[in-house]
């Protein structure tokens, strides 16, 4: 039954993607379904990619919701039967394909999917199943033997933090003040967001928003203490209303290593329940096997190192997965270290010779202090005594499991075998659980992928595409980022921008980058380390703190100590710089850096490797257009004459508005320059098309004229020799309209014009009594005839009459069927009497502006001229 739907439809054009997965991505997160968005919204984008791009059509998208699954259509009207019958091979590309892998991505994400026919529709939909979300269960678990119980501090805090409907914080108990370092006052009324450090692996988590708005949720992230460092808790948030109505949410937070407090076991199987006594008094390691869900991993990993730690009675437990080429391990779990700072580090396979350098084999290490560097992940940290075995599933390494003492000698052989046999227990589950995840990852890797590059294709401005890179990575990707450019092979790089998840911070960040030189532009692909941030920012903090306590020199400028350690506890992580490579030449680096201690995972730095390509190629694009769009503006603006000269006795306006984003040199242009004594020339013309040729044909008329006009040819004859110098351009030549004429100003008042009017809108001629009359007769136009036969004509301006000479763009500005035409400018023009040149000029462009809403499609050129009537004094 359906209990929920919403649909929408989307115009044929290439926007209408983006706008589809939005309304997508918003009507499942309205529904709570945040577990499905990312597989729904790739389909969606591919289907409604078909229908208004590839297809022509208008696309309607409808979303169902059931109790247990969402069914999406996407509904266009291009009923072309493409999907081959069942008994036929069906052939649907290759993923490398530049188009066509709509119906292959249903088939590969969707539970359900399929094609209706109508004579008139087409549509396809698919169907995803909702995962099961045990919610309010209650349980009891069984009687346990102290030594297996959960450990947790003397003292155990848990935070009690209360959000109104907006997400803001309305209460704050001691026990936050106490783990977080914040007092009341301080957070009272700020987001929730400001201090927490959310998990943004993209298809791994539930955002930090769809949390808060959840009935009920449970997991991991951080929040951001006092000192700026992150403290992992463990939290259950339930979202309750008062007596009003109003709905807020109660979150409570213990240290991660102490979730036991809080985190609700799944409800355990009849089987279970009525097992016998005597089957629940096995080895401690099995009282928690199966208890996780399986596709927990993180929870799966936490507690297989807690319970190995207990069951081994050790001080340590660490547990790491293999990459999938089983050359490294990555630390995924840990517990009894001094910190969370092992998360993610990656330690080789092979760490030394023979079997005890191997992480294939067991491994017992009596005392860590005769073998140095034995287990590079302990170094430090005080442990003395190792015992290490391998996760294996049918022979492949999945990780090792490992636990640690401070004492030597506190393990044999006979603590590495049970260590083994609960390792050999729980490996399948991890191997499942850790497939799930890279599936989860890589689905929301492919949505975080599509919204990337929809975002960068859409903007050619070099700033905003710096923009978008930073914003796209923090925090998804990372916690900061700084984006160094290169202008050419010669520069050094530059840093451009810098963006941390702490506003706060962003400024402190580009102070210390600024400090050190940037990294080496290598062209090699991959994510490299740089340690000189956290180094330079160590040292800072160390001479922050000896100023403070009155040792070494004192600073030039005071910045406190507190924002330095910020800063310092900011970059303190692993620091990893990608290059911008773009049409083989290296175009800038993007960095990515996390907090004290942090480190990246291998799969996050792959998704940011596949990012940085994408982003690369975008901001070469821009830097191509801002070029192409600066030599466009210089080329235009020496078509047009620098300044125009005064002439005696006559006001002289033009207006000149090129159309577009000034990137393309137009056709029309204008002129006026003195001839000879008492005499001035002056044009206006429009050249058919845009770009270089166009140009081309400009430059020659303008300058063709002066030089005619010079030597003293008349009117017909300056036009029919320019006519003759556009034909000689052959191939090359476009045809002209062109509007050309000698005023000759009066000594008593008035003004003398000789014009030609070679196929440009006719000169319209205002007189003082508000008519309106064309000046001219219309003429063959240039650039097509050879042979013409052009004659000039005398006007004659008495004082304040007005002359108003323009270009096609003025009389052919259109909205929808309507156009403004000769009569709706001589209607314009009717009303500028008694104005003065400059005036009659900005009334013809507002008026042209106001005729439609659009901006204007095509180049205007306006030129007025007036004969000023005599003052009476």
Not at 134 to 139: C, K, Q
Not at 519 to 530: E, F, I, L, S
Not at 543 to 551: A, E, H, K
Not at 859 to 864: E, G, H, T, Y
Request: net charge negative; with cysteine; charged share 25%.
């Amino acid at each position: 039954m359906i209990t929920a739907r919403a649909a929408a439809t989307f115009e044929p054009v290439g926007r209408s993607v983006a706008t589809a997965r939005s309304f997508v991505r918003d009507t499942l997160q309205g529904w709570g379904f945040s577990d499905i968005v990312d597989d729904a919204v790739v389909l969606t984008s591919e289907l409604v990619t078909n229908a208004v791009v590839h297809a022509g059509t208008a696309a309607e998208v409808r979303c169902l919701r059931t109790e247990d699954r969402v069914r999406i259509e996407v509904r266009d009207r291009y009923p072309e039967r493409e999907i081959p019958v069942q008994h036929s091979a069906i052939d649907m590309g290759t993923p490398d394909r530049e188009g066509g892998r709509g119906l292959q991505l249903c088939a590969a994400l969707a539970t359900r999917w399929g094609v209706e026919y109508t004579p008139t529709h087409k549509q396809v939909w698919f169907q995803l199943d909702l995962p099961d979300r045990p919610v309010g269960t209650r349980t009891a678990g069984p009687l346990l033997p102290t030594a297996v119980l959960p450990l947790a501090e003397g003292r155990v805090r848990v935070a009690v933090i209360q959000l109104d409907g907006g997400s803001s914080i309305t209460s704050w108990n001691d026990d936050a003040g106490e783990l977080f370092g914040h007092t009341q006052e301080q957070v009272i009324g700020k987001p929730l967001t400001d201090f927490a450090a959310w998990p943004h692996t993209p298809g791994t988590s539930t955002g930090i928003a769809d949390a808060l708005q959840l009935s009920r949720w449970e997991g991991s992230y951080g929040i951001r203490g006092a000192t700026g460092r992150v403290t992992p808790v463990y939290a259950s948030h339930l979202r309750v209303r008062d007596s009003n109505g109003e709905p807020s949410t109660v979150c409570l937070l213990v240290r991660d290593h102490e979730r036991a407090v809080l985190q609700t076991p799944l409800r355990s199987t009849a089987a279970e329940a009525t097992a016998p006594a005597e089957s629940q008094t096995a080895d401690p390691f099995e009282v928690f096997i199966g208890s996780p869900a399986p596709d927990d991993l993180d929870g799966l990993l936490q507690r297989t190192v807690e319970r190995a730690r207990d069951m081994l009675d050790a001080d340590a437990a660490f547990l790491l997965l293999a990459t999938d080429d089983e050359t490294e391990l990555e630390v995924r779990a840990s517990t009894g270290l001094p910190s969370a700072r092992q998360r993610f580090a990656r330690v080789p396979v092979e760490a030394g010779p023979g079997r005890y350098g191997s992480a294939r084999m067991p491994a017992v290490h009596e005392d860590l202090t005769v073998v140095p560097g034995a287990v590079p992940l302990l170094g430090g940290t005080g442990m003395r005594s190792v015992v290490t075995v391998p996760l294996k599933v049918e022979g492949r390494l999945t990780g090792s499991l490992g636990v640690a003492a401070e004492a030597p000698h506190r393990y044999s052989n006979e603590e590495a075998l049970r260590l083994q046999f609960a390792a050999d227990r729980i490996a399948l589950a991890v191997e499942s659980a850790r497939l799930g995840e890279l599936e989860r990852l890589r689905r929301g890797s492919l949505s975080f992928l599509v919204e990337a590059s929809d975002l960068l294709a859409g903007t050619l401005d070099r700033d905003q595409t710096l923009a978008l890179m930073a914003q796209m990575t923090v925090p998804t990707l990372a916690t900061w980022c700084a984006v160094y450019t290169i202008a050419d092979q010669s520069s050094e790089p530059y840093l451009s921008y810098v963006l941390h998840e702490d506003e706060e911070r962003i400024d402190g960040l580009k102070a210390l980058l600024a400090r050190i030189a940037p990294p080496d532009p290598v062209p090699a692909p991959g994510a490299r380390v740089w340690s000189a941030p956290a180094e330079e920012a160590h040292q800072a903090a160390l001479r922050t703190s000896m100023r403070s306590l009155g040792l070494g020199e004192p600073a030039t400028v005071n910045t406190g100590i507190g924002p330095t350690l910020a800063t310092a506890a900011a970059v303190g992580g692993e620091t990893v710089v990608l290059p911008l490579v773009a049409r083989n030449r290296v175009i800038g680096m993007l960095t990515l850096g996390k907090p004290s201690d942090d480190h990246f995972r291998q799969e996050i730095l792959e998704l940011a490797e596949d990012l940085s390509r994408r982003a690369a190629l975008a901001l070469d694009n821009a830097r191509l257009y801002s070029e192409r769009t600066a030599i466009s503006q210089s080329l235009q603006r020496s078509l047009l004459p620098p300044e125009l000269p005064d002439v005696p006795g006559v006001e002289v306006e033009v207006i000149y508005r090129a159309a577009g984003e000034g990137n393309e040199v137009g056709g029309d242009f204008y002129d006026l320059f003195p001839i000879r004594d008492g005499a001035y020339g002056f044009a206006i013309g429009d050249v058919c098309g845009t770009g270089p040729e166009a140009a081309a044909v400009t430059g020659l008329a303008r300058h063709a004229l002066r030089l005619l006009a010079r030597e003293g040819f008349g009117g017909p004859a300056v036009l029919e020799r320019l006519n003759a110098a556009i034909l000689d351009e052959g191939a090359r030549s476009r045809f002209l309209t062109l509007l050309y004429g000698e005023l000759w100003p009066k000594e008593d008042g008035g003004a003398e014009l000789k014009v030609v009017c070679a196929g440009h809108p006719l000169p319209l001629r205002l007189r003082q009594d508000g008519s309106v009359e064309p000046a001219a007769e219309p003429q063959p136009l240039l650039g097509v005839m050879d042979d013409l036969d052009l004659y000039e004509q005398t006007v004659t301006l008495d004082p304040g009459d007005v002359l108003l000479c323009v270009t096609d763009g003025v009389t052919e500005r259109r909205e929808g069927a309507r156009m403004l035409g000769d009569d709706g400018l001589t209607e314009v023009l009717t009303t500028c009497t008694g104005l003065t040149a400059g005036a009659v000029a900005a009334r013809i462009l507002r008026a042209v502006e106001r005729f439609a809403s659009d901006a204007p499609s095509d180049d205007m050129a306006i030129l007025a001229m007036r004969v000023p009537e005599p003052r009476h004094d």
